[in-house]
């Protein structure tokens, strides 16, 4: 007896695709920004291995440097020294 044909995207086929580990890429966190993960936190310059989409997503909310796009350029700030010293 033949083995019956199973339909695509039938609900083993689907199940199976879900637990396949997610691509992991790698990014460095920019410069005034900071990743917390909930199981370490990552300062400015640090680079993170994570999923790709969430490489993605964080990049595009400029948490992540993107490479080869121009930095924006940071100043140190304002210096403030105590009255009196």
Same mark, same amino acid.
């Given at each position: 007896?033949a083995a #019956?044909n199973k339909?695509?995207g039938? %609900?083993?086929?689907?199940e199976a695709?879900?637990?396949q580990?997610?691509? +992991?890429?790698?990014?460095?966190v920019?410069k005034?920004?900071?990743?917390d993960?909930?199981?370490a936190k990552?300062? #400015?310059?640090?680079?993170?291995?994570? %999923?790709?989409?969430?490489i993605?997503r964080l990049?595009?909310l400029g948490? +992540?440097?993107?490479?080869g796009a121009?930095?924006?350029s940071f100043?140190?700030?304002?210096t403030?020294?105590k009255?009196?010293?």
């Amino acid at each position: 007896m033949a083995a #019956p044909n199973k339909a695509a995207g039938a %609900p083993e086929e689907t199940e199976a695709l879900s637990q396949q580990p997610e691509q +992991l890429g790698r990014g460095t966190v920019a410069k005034g920004r900071s990743i917390d993960d909930g199981k370490a936190k990552y300062g #400015p310059g640090t680079e993170v291995e994570m %999923p790709v989409t969430e490489i993605q997503r964080l990049r595009k909310l400029g948490y +992540l440097i993107t490479p080869g796009a121009p930095q924006p350029s940071f100043g140190d700030g304002p210096t403030f020294i105590k009255a009196g010293l």
